[in-house]
């Protein structure tokens, strides 16, 4: 299967979740990226979903959109716990729009994996990347021109106990471009997330709670 970086959360998880997509991006890369595929599947996309069609710019201007502002986000009472060292400096800001996926284990909500879309702004108007990881593995970062970068969660701290904790992350880096050199990644600004309050009704029962944040990315 063709990578679709204009891919939306849509039914079409019901088929194939992000994580598998990856994976077929991840196969795909080794024969080149096409800004002609890149262009063809994103006007596919656009009719299908109902979307705009017509990339508002090119996946580079895209990158630089959201690597643009290399203001240090407000930590809050969480510096203590995530701080990047000193001497970091943020190279990519995203904001990442999905779920938080939950499996029933039969005792408890266990979470198995991020499944999300990552923009450029708030305000979702250009697609640069998805986040995602199989089932209990560690979360990766990819953008739609091909860098990808996988976290390690160091400390997590909770502000809102309305959503999920905000993360600091140890990143290993599997790539070149944006992510290229990656040491460390945030997660804040956290909105919604949480697993459920009621109990499961069958072992491996599903569940996806809807989730915004923000993702900063630094390198020395």
Known sequence: MAFTPSMRITSAFKRTSIWENAMNIRTSLTFGYSLAVVAAAGFVIGCADGAPVGPKA??????????????????????????????????????????????????????????????????????????????????????????????????????????????????ENSGTGVFNQTTFIQRLNTVGGLAPTTPGTVVGQEFKSPYTADYYFYHP
């Open 58 to 171: 090119t996946k580079r201007t895209y990158d630089v959109q959201a690597a643009s502002d290399g203001r240090f986000p407000d930590l809050g009472d969480c510096v203590t716990h995530l701080q990047v060292p000193e001497g970091s400096n943020i190279s990519f800001h995203v904001f990442g729009v999905g779920f938080q996926v939950y499996r029933w284990d039969g005792t408890q909500w266990k979470f198995s994996n991020p499944e999300a879309n990552l923009f450029a702004d708030a305000g979702q108007n250009a697609l640069v990347g998805t986040h995602f990881s199989a089932p209990g593995a560690n979360p990766n970062w990819l953008t739609t021109s091909g860098s990808r970068v996988i976290g390690t969660v160091v400390d997590k701290c909770t502000p809102n106990a309305n959503a999920i904790p905000w993360v600091k992350l140890s990143a």
